[in-house]
């Protein structure tokens, strides 16, 4: 049941009107941003548990969403987010350390390599490395008509090596999916669209990053409680990380595909994590 406290006061009495058109100043769209990512973990909540209040608590979410400009508004705001004048996007982090971290293993790889960009709001991320990567943009509310509509969960894999990939991006995505068990299933299905740890030739990683908070100020994640997480569904090598100001960066090595049916991470207090003042970021594999 999503929290009392929250409905006291509707959501919809918080916002202005004026938030409802897209705003180009840093500060104030970053805490639209914020705000949006709030929402939506609110809703993921309402929606897993089903009641009439929670159905009203709901009704009240979509109608602040759709005041702050809905799912296309928060796209926007995104791109805006990778813009060069604001530090680009993080597929520089990911060639940088392929560069530095993966020589030999890009040396014998077959060419191109295939990166999938799940959450992609620009197209042409990858563009300026197109003579050694192809990438396929996916996105749930595609903001260009190169990018594909797509919901990454209900994603088929690919069937053969050939259409199979050697990267899977996850950029700022599993902190914008609301439910933390989504988020433990996107991680487990990233498996499946890269080939056999067991082709030599081809590459076998994830590319993850999220907010730094998520890791290093949450309840229920750590580094430490992320890796082993990571290790658990077959993610056995974290082969470089980078904590910036604002985010984290990972780049994980699919070693093993063990099967998830007795992996079990619950949402559970970490130890040392009890105090107030850390945010709600979990992860759950069930
Ligand atoms: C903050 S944006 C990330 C933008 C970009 N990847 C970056 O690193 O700046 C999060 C994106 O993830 C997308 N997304 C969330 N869940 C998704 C899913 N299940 N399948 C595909 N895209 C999803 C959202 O639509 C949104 O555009």
Redesign the pocket.
């Known amino acids: 049941m999503a929290k009392k406290q929250k409905k006291k006061q509707p959501i919809t009495t918080r916002v202005q009107p004026t938030d409802a058109k897209f705003k180009h100043s840093r500060v104030e769209t970053a805490r639209l ?1 914020r705000r949006f990512h709030v929402l939506n973990k609110e809703l993921a909540k309402c929606r897993a548990e089903p009641s009439p209040a929670n159905t009203t608590y709901e009704l009240d979410i979509l109608k602040e969403m759709e005041a702050m400009g809905g ?1 296309d508004w ?2 926007k705001a ?2 805006l ?2 813009s060069k004048t604001r530090g680009g ?3 520089k982090w990911l060639i940088q350390t392929l560069k530095s971290h993966c020589k030999e293993q890009l040396d014998t790889s077959a060419r191109p390599l295939k990166v999938l ?6 197209p042409d ?1 990858y563009k300026p490395y197109s003579s050694w990567i192809t990438a396929k943009p ?4 595609p ?1 260009h008509p190169d990018i594909q509509k ?6 088929t894999p690919p069937s053969t090596d050939d259409t199979s990939f050697d990267i899977v ?9 609301g439910d933390p068990k ?1 988020r433990g299933q ?1 991680l487990i299905h990233t498996r499946h669209f890269l080939t056999s740890p067991s082709i030599s030739n081809r590459l076998h990683y994830l590319f993850l ?1 999220v907010p730094l908070p998520c890791i290093d100020n949450s309840r229920y994640m750590t580094h430490e409680h992320l890796l082993s997480m990571m290790t658990s569904i077959g993610y056995t090598k974290c082969i470089h990380h980078h904590f910036s100001n604002k985010l984290a960066y990972y780049l994980f090595e699919l070693t093993s595909v063990p099967s998830t049916k007795s992996i079990s991470w619950k949402k559970k207090i970490l130890p040392g994590k009890e105090g107030g003042g850390r945010n709600n970021f979990a992860v759950v594999i069930e």
Not at 138 to 141: G, M, P, T, V
């Open positions: 941003i799912l928060y796209q995104s791109q987010g990778q996007d993080s597929s960009d799940i959450g992609a709001v620009a991320n996916i996105d749930l509310n903001q797509q919901d990454f969960l209900k994603m991006c996850l950029s700022l995505v599993i902190n914008f999916v989504d996107m990053v």
